[in-house]
Antibody
Framework: EVQLVQSGAEVKKPGESLKISCKTS????????IGWVRQMPGKGLEWMGVIYPRDSDTRYSPSFQGQVTISADTSISTAYLQWRSLQASDTATYYC???????????????WGQGTMVTVSS | EIVLTQSPVTLSVSPGERATLSCKASQSVGTTLAWYQQKPGQAPRLLIY???TRASNIPPRFSGSGSGTEFILTISSLQSEDFAVYYCQQYDNWSYTFGQGTKLEIK
């Protein structure tokens, strides 16, 4: 059974750093692209970026380029989303999601993590 | 970047009736279009990919159609569990943008 299990909710202050995780199981982690999606409170879905764990090829949405870092650790089948300096506007729920197609970036997100709520407040 | 516009923003339909949701792309995406359902407090769930192919375990009352710039999600006979927010998404050319969503509510 394919599973994506995300790390727990975080409460941070502006300016702090953060790294959240998405641990996967049930499929070959290195051969499927995996992405991150933001959902601000009461708002819609925004794709942030995707990574191919086999070679760490990473593509970002223009809206998030330079704002976050996406990475992956193939030894533990886990993807990460990282901020160097959080802002209040980063308050949102963040989802990881796996692309459906083997070795292709040209596909929909077929499996999703449960979401990680990040609250940034002074 | 490709913009997806969904309509209507809110759709009120009675159980047992048909619901038709629209998604229009700012430029052609071929058939690289997916639909997702999201219920409050839950992650999105993939319903349709390739514009018209149902994902695993999705009931046949959900169907997708269209190509190029205009797409439709139809739910043929609404069940109580279908009232949720629906998003379309395109996945063309290193971009995975979502529409703003349509909220399907009980009439």
């Amino acid at each position: 059974e394919v599973q994506l299990v995300q790390s727990g909710a975080e409460v941070k202050k502006p300016g702090e750093s953060l790294k959240i995780s998405c641990k996967t199981s049930g499929y070959r982690f290195t051969t499927y692209w995996i992405g991150w999606v933001r959902q601000m409170p009461g708002k819609g879905l925004e794709w942030m970026g995707v990574i191919y764990p086999r070679d760490s090829d990473t593509r970002y949405s223009p809206s998030f380029q330079g704002q976050v870092t996406i990475s992956a650790d193939t030894s533990i089948s886990t993807a990460y989303l990282q901020w160097r300096s959080l802002q209040a506007s980063d308050t949102a729920t963040y989802y990881c999601a796996k692309l459906a197609g083997l070795e292709t970036n040209h596909d929909a997100f077929d499996m999703w993590g449960q979401g990680t709520m990040v609250t940034v407040s002074s | 970047e490709i913009v997806l516009t969904q309509s209507p923003v809110t759709l009120s339909v009675s159980p047992g009736e048909r619901a038709t949701l629209s998604c229009k792309a700012s430029q052609s995406v071929g058939t690289t279009l997916a639909w997702y359902q999201q219920k409050p407090g839950q992650a999105p769930r993939l319903l349709i990919y390739g514009a018209s192919t149902r994902a695993s375990n999705i009931p046949p009352r959900f169907s997708g159609s269209g190509s190029g710039t205009e797409f439709i999600l139809t739910i043929s006979s609404l069940q109580s569990e279908d009232f949720a927010v629906y998003y379309c998404q395109q996945y063309d050319n290193w971009s995975y943008t979502f529409g703003q969503g349509t909220k399907l509510e009980i009439k």
